[in-house]
């Protein structure tokens, strides 16, 4: 199990990299809509990685509420 302060780091990464991957996308649409599409994909996979941090973080900040 991470650290709360390791949990935090990295799902900033991630949304930081979910953010970097859409303006990607945005970017090349008008001129590649596939390597766009890829692009929003990898953006939706760092957010739903992100969410299972974030619930993985307040789980263990229970834990250590009750501790």
Same mark, same amino acid.
């Given at each position: 199990?991470?650290?709360?302060? /390791?949990?935090?780091?990295?799902? =900033? *990464?991630?949304? @930081? &990299?979910?953010?970097?991957?859409? +303006?990607?996308?945005? /970017?090349?649409?008008?001129?590649? =809509? *596939?390597?766009? @599409? &890829?692009?929003?994909?990898?953006? +939706? ?12 973080? @307040? ?5 250590? +509420?009750?501790?």
């Amino acid at each position: 199990m991470k650290t709360i302060e /390791e949990l935090k780091i990295r799902i =900033q *990464e991630l949304s @930081k &990299q979910a953010v970097e991957l859409r +303006r990607k996308g945005s /970017e090349v649409y008008e001129t590649n =809509q *596939e390597q766009a @599409k &890829q692009f929003r994909q990898e953006a +939706r996979e760092s957010m739903k990685r992100c969410q299972v941090l974030i619930q993985e973080l @307040k789980r263990t900040e229970e834990i250590d +509420r009750t501790a």
